[in-house]
């Protein structure tokens, strides 16, 4: 509720002053702009970080990638060398 109240004073001279005060039971409320600014500050920093997690995902998953590839191809040439061997040891022990 609000309440308006007027005060008049009379000084000694005569002559008189007024003084009006509003009075409200309730604190006024803030503007509601803040908070939703607030919201969307919250909502683009979110969207960043879910951006800059998603692409360090991609990276750690490419890293994963090379190193098994690069692990077969050695398995690979491993098995190849390992082939060699033993074609020549076929081939020695055949010859004698």
Not at 6 to 13: A, E, K, L, W, Y
Not at 27 to 40: V, Y
């Amino acid at each position: 509720m609000t309440e308006e109240r007027t005060t008049r004073v009379q000084d000694p001279d005569g002559s008189t002053h007024t003084t009006t005060t509003v009075v409200t039971d309730h604190p006024e409320r803030s503007g509601g702009g803040k908070g939703l600014m607030f919201l969307i500050a919250i909502l683009v920093l979110a969207a960043v970080a879910y951006l800059v997690f998603s692409q360090m995902g991609g990276a750690e998953i490419a890293k994963d990638n090379a190193v098994a590839e690069a692990a077969s191809d050695v398995g690979n040439a491993a098995q190849q060398a390992g082939d060699a061997v033993q074609d020549v040891a076929d081939d020695v022990t055949n010859d004698e």
